[in-house]
């Protein structure tokens, strides 16, 4: 489980969005982020290339401190990203050229790929959804696809780009679809519990 969770981290490091002008608490996660350069400073090469920290690692207790702190703008921020891509005009998803597939298991375990615990990191990466969604995607493919498959997936993932389109369903979840043309998913993301509870793929046929 580990070294699965090694892999989509370093994954989404290279795992871009865009999105409206920046707010007050854009800026703040902006400027946080930037600091943490100086607290990676203190660590060996190996360590930090490993990703091999833990809940009493400084550097983990800093993001701990910073999302606790930013509860409340981190559930507005995730929220604005979601409606950033609602009624996307550019979305395109043809269902007659993709089939379903089983993800049952994954949808059944959600919590036990909840990276939280295993990679403490994840908590400032996933404070954006398209993160948190990506990394998903990226389990399926290691878990069912094997390791070059999974190489191919995230060399065409960051290369090319996915389109995104958000639809609200209720006051705290959104429905999220996206399609990056091999694989499209649908995920309902719940912003009360700040992470994905339900997922479905569909590959292309």
Same mark, same amino acid.
């Given at each position: 489980?580990?070294?699965?969770?090694?892999?989509?981290?370093?994954?989404?490091?290279?795992?871009?969005?865009?999105?409206?002008?920046?707010?007050?608490?854009?800026?703040?996660?902006?400027?946080?982020?930037?600091?943490?350069?100086?607290?990676?400073?203190?660590?060996?090469?190996?360590?930090?290339?490993? #990703?091999?920290?833990?809940?009493?690692?400084?550097?983990?207790?800093?993001?701990?401190?910073?999302?606790?702190?930013?509860?409340?703008?981190?559930?507005?921020?995730?929220?604005?990203? #979601?409606?950033?891509?609602?009624?996307?005009?550019?979305?395109?998803?043809?269902?007659?050229?993709?089939?379903?597939?089983?993800?049952?298991?994954?949808?059944?375990?959600?919590?036990?790929?909840?990276?939280?615990?295993?990679?403490?990191?994840?908590? #400032?990466?996933?404070?954006?959804?398209?993160?948190?969604?990506?990394?998903?995607?990226?389990?399926?493919?290691?878990?069912?696809?094997?390791?070059?498959?999974?190489?191919?997936?995230?060399?065409?993932?960051?290369?090319?780009?996915?389109?995104?389109?958000?639809?609200?369903?209720?006051?705290?979840?959104?429905?999220?679809?996206?399609?990056?043309?091999?694989?499209?998913?649908?995920?309902?993301?719940? #912003?009360?519990?700040?992470?994905?509870?339900?997922?479905?793929?569909?590959?292309?046929?």
């Amino acid at each position: 489980m580990k070294n699965i969770n090694i892999v989509i981290i370093i994954s989404l490091f290279s795992f871009l969005y865009s999105n409206a002008q920046e707010d007050s608490f854009e800026r703040e996660l902006k400027n946080f982020r930037f600091s943490l350069n100086m607290v990676l400073e203190q660590y060996e090469d190996e360590k930090v290339y490993k #990703l091999d920290f833990n809940k009493r690692d400084s550097l983990i207790i800093y993001i701990d401190n910073f999302t606790a702190k930013n509860k409340a703008n981190i559930k507005k921020h995730r929220e604005k990203i #979601l409606a950033s891509y609602k009624d996307n005009p550019d979305f395109r998803f043809d269902t007659t050229k993709y089939k379903k597939v089983d993800v049952s298991e994954i949808n059944n375990n959600l919590k036990d790929f909840d990276l939280k615990e295993n990679v403490p990191l994840s908590q #400032l990466l996933w404070i954006d959804p398209m993160i948190e969604i990506s990394s998903l995607k990226t389990i399926y493919y290691s878990r069912e696809k094997g390791a070059a498959e999974l190489a191919v997936y995230t060399t065409k993932a960051n290369i090319a780009t996915s389109l995104i389109k958000t639809r609200k369903l209720g006051h705290s979840q959104w429905e999220i679809i996206d399609n990056s043309y091999a694989v499209v998913g649908k995920f309902i993301y719940d #912003l009360n519990k700040g992470c994905v509870v339900h997922m479905e793929l569909f590959e292309l046929k």
